[in-house]
């Protein structure tokens, strides 16, 4: 806790300390049906407006939407989803806007070549977002090979000829970087077949994501550092009204080397400084998993993650001043010694973190669990998934959060 003055600190442990003890005394979320999204969120300086006013967020991660609208048998279950995010005050869900290659349910196929089917879906994911209320943070490409990711478009490149021997040639290559560009504008001026409405004039989308979680083996940061750059400048060519992100977890890099002392004993190529200073970057964010840490006991986790959330607010707000969420947080059930409840605790420490700092002016607007499912999904499990009926628990973490989050003034 070096890098905060001590009254920030003593001022978060009261503020915890207050939380923990009077929860139930909390009055639960309106369990009824948000409206529509009514007009574009904006960033001013470290914070988000809607129509004038300060917004937050609390929300979750649901990758496979897309994947299971386009199949008839499962496509009830995104409907299931946002009533029941919904009924839980929850107001933003991270997805995926990509599927590449010859898997399962792939939206684009080959490089430019898209199933109808598949891109239908995704209308019909962004159709029922808005109906309940949700908004959107749709990631356009994949770090690592599940739903193809970076490793597919070097394979694509390589079947054009190009000699390519590392998945990092995708940020460099000539040809990789044009076909991801070709991605962005075929995404992003995508009319839906459903609302008619054009993906960069669609308020339920909140931002766009660069990449799930861009890493290289570039350790001095140059080569994500440029593909940034150039990709940010590319999408806001296309489409400067809506809000862009890297999709970065929040390693720190070489631009401020002090901090290289918070990152979980590695790098990732990446620099959270650098990488989100970027001027058409408009917000920050991280990841955090306690498994990250994982030769450490519980102490030094939770250490952790009060180091990690508290330093990345505190340079959001006072370097970048720009806002931050954090847009990936879980724990598995398949850690030894894992319990409910130990997640709820954990759950409970991030949510009083972003409530903290949102309710203070701070940058850190809200969080999105990974991930949400609804019941019948058992052969996905994977783990990290919270089906609301349950873990009553955690459902109860989730609503209190949605509606402390929701009465900030």
Same mark, same amino acid.
């Given at each position: 806790?070096?890098?905060?003055?001590?009254?920030? /600190? =003593?001022?978060?442990?009261? =503020?915890?300390?207050?939380?923990?003890? =009077?929860?139930?005394?909390?009055?639960?979320?309106?369990?009824?049906?948000?409206? #529509?999204?009514?007009?574009?969120?904006?960033?001013?300086? $470290?914070?988000?407006?809607?129509?004038?006013?300060?917004?937050?967020? $609390?929300?979750?991660?649901?990758? @496979?939407?897309?994947?299971?609208?386009?199949?008839?048998?499962?496509?009830?279950?995104?409907?299931?989803?946002?009533?029941?995010?919904?009924?839980?005050?929850?107001?933003?869900?991270?997805?995926?806007?990509?599927?590449?290659?010859?898997?399962? %349910?792939?939206?684009? &196929?080959?490089?430019?070549?898209?199933?109808?089917? *598949?891109?239908?879906?995704?209308?019909?994911?962004?159709?029922?977002?808005?109906?309940?209320?949700? #908004?959107?943070?749709?990631? !356009?490409?994949?770090?690592?090979?599940?739903?193809?990711?970076?490793?597919?478009?070097?394979?694509?490149?390589?079947?054009?000829?190009?000699?390519?021997?590392?998945?990092?040639?995708?940020?460099?290559?000539?040809? /990789?970087?044009?076909?991801?560009?070709?991605?962005? %504008?075929? *995404?992003? /001026?995508?009319?839906? &077949?459903?609302?008619?409405? !054009?993906?960069?004039?669609?308020?339920?989308?909140?931002? @766009?994501?660069?990449?799930?979680?861009?890493?290289?083996?570039?350790?001095?940061?140059?080569?994500? +550092?440029?593909?940034?750059?150039?990709?940010?400048?590319?999408?806001?060519?296309?489409?400067?009204?809506?809000?862009?992100?890297?999709?970065?977890?929040?390693?720190?890099?070489?631009?401020?080397?002090?901090?290289?002392?918070?990152?979980?004993?590695?790098?990732?190529?990446?620099?959270?400084?650098?990488?989100?200073?970027?001027?058409?970057?408009?917000?920050? &964010?991280?990841?955090?998993?306690?498994?990250?840490?994982? #030769?450490?006991?519980? &102490?030094?986790?939770?250490?952790?993650?009060?180091?990690?959330?508290?330093?990345?607010?505190?340079?959001?707000?006072? *370097?970048?001043?720009?806002?931050?969420?954090?847009?990936?947080?879980?724990?598995?059930?398949?850690?030894?010694?894992?319990?409910?409840?130990?997640?709820?605790?954990?759950?409970?420490?991030?949510?009083?973190?972003?409530?903290?700092?949102?309710?203070?002016?701070?940058? =850190?607007?809200?969080?999105?669990?990974?991930?949400?499912?609804?019941?019948?999904?058992?052969?996905?499990?994977?783990?990290?998934? *919270?089906?609301? +009926?349950?873990?009553?628990?955690? /459902?109860?973490?989730?609503?209190?959060?949605?509606? #402390?989050?929701?009465?900030?003034?």
């Amino acid at each position: 806790m070096g890098f905060q003055n001590l009254t920030l /600190t =003593c001022m978060m442990i009261l =503020c915890i300390s207050v939380y923990v003890n =009077c929860i139930d005394n909390v009055e639960p979320h309106n369990e009824t049906v948000s409206q #529509r999204p009514n007009g574009f969120i904006q960033r001013n300086g $470290n914070r988000f407006f809607l129509n004038g006013k300060p917004h937050y967020f $609390n929300g979750f991660n649901a990758y @496979w939407l897309m994947s299971f609208a386009a199949d008839p048998s499962t496509s009830s279950k995104v409907t299931t989803a946002f009533q029941e995010a919904s009924k839980y005050g929850l107001n933003l869900a991270r997805a995926f806007a990509f599927n590449d290659g010859g898997g399962y %349910k792939a939206l684009q &196929t080959s490089p430019g070549i898209y199933d109808e089917s *598949v891109f239908r879906a995704l209308d019909a994911v962004i159709s029922e977002a808005g109906k309940y209320g949700c #908004r959107l943070i749709l990631s !356009l490409v994949n770090n690592w090979k599940d739903a193809g990711g970076k490793h597919q478009y070097v394979e694509w490149a390589n079947q054009r000829g190009q000699k390519l021997r590392s998945e990092d040639d995708f940020f460099s290559n000539s040809l /990789t970087r044009q076909f991801y560009k070709n991605h962005v %504008k075929t *995404v992003l /001026t995508r009319k839906n &077949t459903v609302s008619g409405i !054009l993906y960069k004039d669609d308020p339920t989308i909140f931002s @766009w994501e660069l990449m799930n979680e861009p890493r290289s083996l570039d350790l001095s940061g140059k080569l994500v +550092q440029d593909w940034v750059s150039e990709m940010a400048a590319y999408v806001k060519s296309i489409d400067n009204v809506h809000l862009l992100q890297v999709g970065l977890e929040g390693f720190y890099g070489r631009s401020m080397a002090g901090r290289l002392e918070y990152n979980p004993g590695y790098e990732g190529g990446t620099d959270f400084i650098s990488n989100n200073l970027v001027p058409e970057i408009d917000y920050a &964010t991280i990841h955090i998993y306690p498994t990250w840490m994982w #030769r450490s006991n519980q &102490t030094a986790q939770n250490a952790f993650i009060e180091r990690w959330i508290n330093i990345h607010n505190e340079d959001s707000d006072k *370097v970048l001043r720009k806002p931050i969420l954090i847009t990936e947080f879980g724990l598995s059930s398949k850690v030894p010694g894992y319990t409910v409840a130990k997640r709820d605790k954990f759950y409970a420490e991030v949510f009083n973190r972003i409530y903290f700092s949102a309710s203070h002016r701070g940058a =850190c607007a809200g969080g999105a669990f990974w991930q949400l499912f609804v019941e019948g999904m058992n052969n996905m499990r994977d783990g990290y998934e *919270v089906i609301f +009926q349950e873990t009553p628990s955690t /459902t109860h973490l989730i609503s209190q959060q949605s509606f #402390r989050m929701s009465h900030i003034r």
